[in-house]
Nanobody
Framework: QVQLVESGGGLVQPGGSLRLSCLAS????????MTWYRQAPGKERELVAG????????NYADSVKGRFTISRDNAKNTVTLQMNSLKPEDTAVYYC?????????WGQGTQVTVSL
């Protein structure tokens, strides 16, 4: 079955960096677009970044452009989100996502807290 396991979250000061990873299993990773979403308390889940199956194209939410970078390693079934210049408003639970057979799959999420 499809499994997505996120890691790398934590507490960081404003201006700091974190690197999130998502290890995927249960499907042919190299064939699927992967995305990162986040959900802050009291807010809807929102798309943060996406990457095509080959890694040839990426897209980002306007709020993270220039600060976050999504990448993937198809040999390791891993998608990564490098987050720089973090702001308090980046505080959220971050989720890895894939759409397979017209339904979404989600990881358990990893908490990112940006605070002094």
């Amino acid at each position: 079955q499809v499994q997505l396991v996120e890691s790398g979250g934590g507490l960081v000061q404003p201006g700091g960096s974190l690197r999130l990873s998502c290890l995927a299993s249960g499907f042919t990773f190299s064939l699927y677009r992967m995305t990162w979403y986040r959900q802050a308390p009291g807010k809807e889940r929102e798309l943060v970044a996406g990457i095509t199956s080959t890694g040839g194209a990426t897209n980002y939410a306007d709020s993270v452009k220039g600060r976050f970078t999504i990448s993937r390693d198809n040999a390791k079934n891993t998608v990564t989100l490098q987050m720089n210049s973090l702001k308090p408003e980046d505080t959220a639970v971050y989720y890895c996502n894939v759409y397979r057979s017209v339904r979404p799959y989600w990881g358990q999420g990893t908490q990112v807290t940006v605070s002094l």
